[in-house]
């Protein structure tokens, strides 16, 4: 089955810190991916969506400048978190959009900010 | 406003019970697909319904649509400790975008 990964899985950086996340599918192209965000005993609440070679597409109230994302490839979408605060600390998803229309989900990254 | 929004309930059954989750949305959908996840952990996709199917089976699994009511519920028969997971169902607007809605999830326990 189509699997997609995300790097790191946890980190922990400290207040106004950037932090980077990948997300990639490894073996499938996918020209759409899609950001999640989950706090704690919460549902996942969709912030953007990549879509290869164009500017992402951001939820109402989701600030681009502050998750910044980028598709650069069939396989590889970024998410950073410039200047993280605490309020960011949450566990961010990404899914991966196959030809077929399917979304496969990476299994999360786990972000604290001190 | 939020598609795909579950009773807000815990769950907590003695395994082989049947486990039984209800999703209810508001806009019409492409489909509704039902995960599992695990805590701390990613989703694992269990099953999808289209707008057109009424029921659908997947080994313990059961789904039904209910369109006319907005609704959807998953079945898990004879379930085992390893089913302890929070279940969510998302929905696929007619936007054509594949942005998927998440519902809150209910949270199952199955007692050993």
Known sequence: GAVVSQ???????????????????????ATTMFWYRQFPKQSLML?????????????????KDKFLINHASLTLSTLTVTSAHPEDSSFYICSAEEPVDEQFFGPGTRLTVL | SQQGEEDPQALSIQEGENATMNCSYKTSINNLQWYRQNSGRGLVHLILIRSNEREKHSGRLRVTLDTSKKSSSLLITASRAADTASYFCATDGRRGNNRLAFGKGNQVVVIP
């Not at chain 1, 790097?7 to 996340?21: A, Y």
């Not at chain 1, 912030?47 to 600030?63: F, R």
């Open chain 1, 7 to 29: 790097h790191p899985s946890w980190v922990i950086c400290k207040s106004g810190t950037s932090v980077k996340i990948e997300c990639r599918s490894l073996d499938f192209q």
């Open chain 1, 47 to 63: 912030m953007a969506t990549s879509n290869e070679g164009s500017k992402a597409t951001y939820e109402q109230g989701v600030e």
